[in-house]
């Protein structure tokens, strides 16, 4: 299953598993003709067909969609979203597809259904490292790899404004294959000396060295660094041939031939040949994987043919699986459909080779023999028990100590390895001023800052030249809306945040007709209509200052830098070509290098939806962060105004002596988080007087917060109303639907709005 990230408020905590991505095209895909929208998408406010067996009689007596059903309670809220999503994941054109997305997305964030909330990173940092020396594709594993780094002198620092002016140059010169060169000479230009070693402090040990099980961060920072995936982005983040020299795709966009590199030598930790890299190593690769049950196999069985099948044992011959050695150094993929992203994908461990000999040699065995428990089974039970074909060999590692890594002397590009030597020292955290105080003192060679260290570097002079602001980061926490909520305490335990509000409509429904009768209406039922108008949710999104919410965790100066505008990152893709697509039946024209943030703005524009998806001035990476194009209190009071006339058609009154309530599950551990809330509360009752409650339910302590929001499996057991930043997600690959797929019937966090599961 992919990653689902709970944004704890109280640790600000991202779940540790890595497979958060993919990359982008190959721009190998034929032009089609563009496809166009879908024709006459349903309206937010058109009704669906009543479910089978609904008593029409009594549910209009509260209106639609006054109903537990969740078919129709889907249909009502996200059906527009669908009708959208469907059309451009039917599209041949890569760009069509990519910039039909953006417009669906466009209708989810206008449904009100997602409020954008934040990215991560946007933090304060000072570095004698160049940014841009290494790839930053947000997903898969390359922007974890050193050797490309640039690291001045020691008793230096990098000043802000060259980090700028080096961001600058990147963008102007990205894709033209020049930047590395025109960096190294601007470094050297200032007086700057470049190093070949690099220093840095790590907080956590690697727990699995095996890269083809590995799905935690922790460890995906340090494996990146031992092998190359078949194609690699490099600082420009383009994809370049990494242990393929080139790869072919079929017509009907199924089957991918890599053409590997000869010679490539698989050696051990202290540098000595073991074998060659071959086609048969992909092979084994993917039945490891799959047969030791890897914390990425969705990344394969989601994709390659048979795959899935041979890992939930409908099939034992791993030859029906779809990846083949056609020869020494030919390796074919056969996917499940025509994936046009797939190539994203490969600079994830989940696609590494694996040196069949010296797996063996470890004890390691394929199919029903797999046994890891084994006593012969050594095979990456530590650094020294691993093959090498990428850029470093890790020479030592002592426990919350250290770790050292050597550049591969049999490297194949050893002309791309400028650092020759990586120290990691292990720093517990205990005390919050180490990273600073090394990083000063040319122990490291850059730091995060957090807001006691700041006071650090301002009183040592050097805030004003030094300390940058880092760029944002590829994960969007989002608010949401319970959408059939049926849990009214912690699913696991009915003692624990047990909402005051009024709800024995929760056990009156009539489940099997899908229906709420008129003589209960009660908080709960009423809370039900509200969050199922789109109006209502709308005016919420506008009334919710963010930036007052953020400032309570990071400061003022800080609290509009991640804040992010859309659900997807804006610049997760750009179209390759010139690429036109209908928004609201007018051919519309996107130029090559347009961003996918910008799609979504322009069907906001054309929609007089008055939310702001992008801001080219505020002068971020990501277009649709760093500030606020939300926060609009004027625009809150009219839809609520909306939302007040609908719901009383349907016969529910909303005023200052029967208001809303709504239930918001926030953490308490914390004093921060606990101000987070209160400015949460403020910012209604700014917009909204008292016609809207909320009612504060807070967690004390991390499990009770995680019973709550993140570890429920089912729709129904969702014990909230609304949500404030608990969720979170990532890109998975290059392309939109790794962000949108979630929000399907079967997507993995649509249990989050009270559906399915």
């Not at 409650?693 to 967690?699: D, E, V």
Request: glycine share 8%; with cysteine.
């Amino acid at each position: 299953m992919k990653r689902i990230v709970a944004l704890l408020l109280a640790m600000v905590m991202v779940l540790g598993l890595v497979a958060c991505g993919g990359g982008g095209g190959n721009g190998d895909t034929p032009n089609q003709e563009p496809t166009t929208t879908p024709s006459e998408p349903s309206e937010p406010g058109d009704t669906p067909e009543d479910s089978e067996g609904e008593d029409e009689g009594e549910a209009e007596s509260l209106g639609f969609p006054v109903t537990y059903d969740e078919d129709v309670l889907y249909e009502y809220n996200f059906g527009e979203f669908m009708e959208y999503y469907t059309a451009a994941k039917e599209a041949d054109d890569l760009d069509v597809r990519r910039a039909m997305m953006a417009v669906a997305e466009a209708k989810l964030l206008e449904s009100g259904l997602v409020i954008p909330g934040t990215s991560n990173g946007g933090n304060y940092a000072m570095q004698r490292t160049s940014t841009h020396a290494v790839s930053t594709v947000p997903y898969g594993s390359d922007g974890n790899r050193m050797h490309t780094y640039l690291v001045v002198d020691r008793d230096k620092m990098i000043l802000e404004s060259e980090i700028k002016e080096i961001n600058a140059k990147w963008a102007e010169l990205r894709g033209t294959g020049t930047f590395r060169d025109w960096v190294k000479e601007y470094l050297t230009g200032k007086g700057y000396t470049l190093q070949d070693t690099y220093n840095a402090n790590y907080s956590s040990d690697p727990s699995n060295w095996d890269v083809l099980t590995n799905g935690q961060t922790q460890n995906t920072a340090v494996l990146a660094n031992t092998y190359d995936g078949l194609l690699i982005y490099d600082e420009e983040n383009i994809q370049q041939p990494g242990l393929a020299e080139s790869y072919e795709v079929s017509e009907d966009g199924k089957v991918y031939t890599f053409h590997l590199r000869a010679g490539v030598p698989w050696v051990d930790s202290q540098g000595r040949e073991i074998a060659k890299v071959t086609a048969d190593d992909y092979v084994a690769a993917m039945q490891h994987l799959l047969d030791a049950k890897g914390e990425t196999t969705w990344l394969v069985t989601d994709t390659i043919y048979n795959a899935d099948a041979y890992a939930n044992g409908e099939i034992t011959d791993f030859g029906e699986v779809g990846v083949k050695a056609l020869d020494e150094l030919t390796v074919e993929y056969t996917l499940v459909d025509d994936i046009p992203y797939f190539p994203t994908m490969l600079s994830y461990g989940t696609y590494a080779p694996l040196c069949r000999v010296y797996y063996e040699s470890q004890g390691g065995k394929f199919g029903a023999e797999f046994d890891r428990t084994a006593a012969d089974y050594t095979y990456a039970k530590g650094p020294d028990s691993i093959a090498y074909c990428g850029p470093y060999l890790i020479t030592s590692f002592t426990p919350k100590n250290s770790i050292v890594f050597q550049a591969n002397p049999t490297y194949w590009d050893q002309d791309s390895i400028e650092i020759k030597t990586v120290t990691w020292s292990f720093n517990d955290g205990v005390d919050v001023t180490r990273n600073f105080n090394d990083f000063c003192n040319g122990k490291i060679d850059s730091c995060g800052l957090g807001l006691s260290t700041v006071k650090l570097a301002e009183e040592a002079g050097l805030f004003e030249d030094y300390v940058r602001i880092s760029g944002t980061g590829n994960m969007s926490y989002y608010g949401n809306f319970n959408l059939a909520r049926r849990a009214y305490a912690n699913f696991n335990d009915d003692t624990i945040l047990v909402s005051s509000v009024s709800h024995e409509s929760a056990d009156s429904i009539d489940v099997a007709n899908g229906i709420v009768t008129s003589d209960i209406i009660d908080d709960a039922a009423r809370t039900h209509a509200a969050v199922n108008n789109r109006h209502f949710r709308l005016a919420i999104a506008f009334a919710w200052d963010r930036g007052a919410h953020m400032a309570q965790t990071i400061g003022d100066d800080l609290k509009y830098v991640r804040l992010r505008n859309t659900f997807t990152q804006g610049d997760l893709v750009t179209m390759s070509k010139d690429t036109t697509i209908d928004i609201n039946g007018t051919p519309t024209t996107f130029p090559a290098g347009t961003y996918y943030g910008e799609i979504i703005q322009a069907q906001f524009t054309a929609d007089g939806f008055p939310a702001k998806a992008v801001d080219t001035s505020v002068g971020a990476d990501d277009p649709t962060t760093g500030f606020d194009g939300w926060f609009n209190v004027e625009e809150a009071k009219k839809e609520f105004a909306l939302a007040v006339e609908e719901l009383a058609a349907q016969g529910v009154e909303v005023s200052e002596e029967n208001p809303i309530v709504l239930d918001l599950v926030h953490s308490a551990v914390e004093t921060s988080t606990v101000n987070q809330a209160q400015v949460y509360v403020q910012s209604m009752e700014k917009a909204f007087g008292k016609a809207l409650k909320i009612n504060l339910m807070g967690a004390t302590s991390y499990s009770d917060m995680d019973n709550a929001t993140f570890y429920p499996e089912t729709g129904a057991e969702h014990n909230m109303d609304i949500t404030a930043l608990n969720f979170g997600w990532g890109p998975d690959w290059g392309d939109p639907n790794s962000n949108l797929d979630i929000f399907t019937p079967s997507g993995a966090q649509i249990i989050k709005f009270g559906l399915y599961g």
